[in-house]
């Protein structure tokens, strides 16, 4: 069983709807969840941060934890073309040296 | 700066080549990472370097050879690569025990043929 599993979709949407992207991971260990933006030929882009269970909101992006279904989800809302890419999650145990990554959902929004 | 820059951004070599990429940083994080992408895949960890040590290698082949002349720049060096070498390589960096995410540069896209 992979430590993280990530539909890799593809996802496609109209322009102005909420996207709903989900990993689901196994070890209890992991602490430190993050969500990564990838635009064609580029490298990842930090997009959300989260420590432990619980939300957070920056503009139309929210990150959610559910440690207790070992669960993540990163929530677009009013999706934008310019919200077209690959969307990465990734974990981490503790000190961060190592992280392990979902393997990316594919997103198109379309206007 | 907040940035990771790496070079080249393509690179096309034969088999029997020797080449070079080459990741800078000047945030002053001390930690640095080799990342490999293959198409449609998540990044695979290579290499890490802590205060310019190699701290982890995963089981790379030697035809990979990791540098790290100093806490601003970070080598590959390449030999005798394999036409499956051919991916994305990414280099990322972060502060010591930083648990909120690397900073990644926009990485090499290499071609072996």
């Known amino acids: 069983q992979k430590e993280v599993e990530q539909d890799p979709g593809p996802l496609s949407v109209p322009e102005g709807a909420i996207v709903s992207l989900n990993c689901t991971y196994s070890?209890?260990?992991?602490?430190?969840f993050m969500w990564y933006r990838q635009y064609s030929r580029k490298g990842p882009e930090l997009l959300m941060y989260?420590?432990?269970?619980g939300n957070k909101e920056d503009g139309r992006f929210t990150a959610q934890v559910d440690k207790s279904s070992k669960y993540i989800s990163l929530f677009i809302r009013d999706s934008q073309p310019s919200d077209s890419a690959t969307y990465l999650c990734?974990?981490?145990?503790?000190?961060?040296?190592?992280?392990?990554f979902g393997t990316g959902t594919s997103l198109t929004v379309i206007p | 700066d907040t940035e990771v820059t790496q070079t080249p951004k393509h690179l096309v070599m034969g088999m029997t080549n020797k080449k070079s990429l080459k990741c800078e940083q000047h945030?002053?994080?001390?930690?640095m990472y080799w990342y490999k992408q293959k198409a449609k895949k998540p990044p695979e960890l290579m290499f890490v370097?802590?205060?310019?040590?190699?701290?982890i290698n995963e089981s790379v082949p030697s035809r990979f050879s990791p540098e790290c002349p100093n806490s601003s720049l970070l080598n590959l060096h390449l030999h005798a690569l394999q036409p499956e070498d051919s991916a994305l390589y990414l280099c990322?960096?972060?502060?010591?025990?930083?648990?909120?995410?690397?900073?990644f540069g926009s990485g090499t896209r290499l071609t072996v043929v």
């Open positions: 370097y802590s205060y310019e040590k190699l701290s």
């Open positions: 989260t420590y432990s269970s």
């Open positions: 990734a974990m981490t145990k503790n000190t961060g040296n190592q992280f392990y």
């Open positions: 070890n209890s260990a992991f602490q430190y």
């Open positions: 945030m002053g994080h001390r930690a």
């Open positions: 990322a960096s972060s502060q010591l025990g930083q648990t909120y995410g690397y900073t």
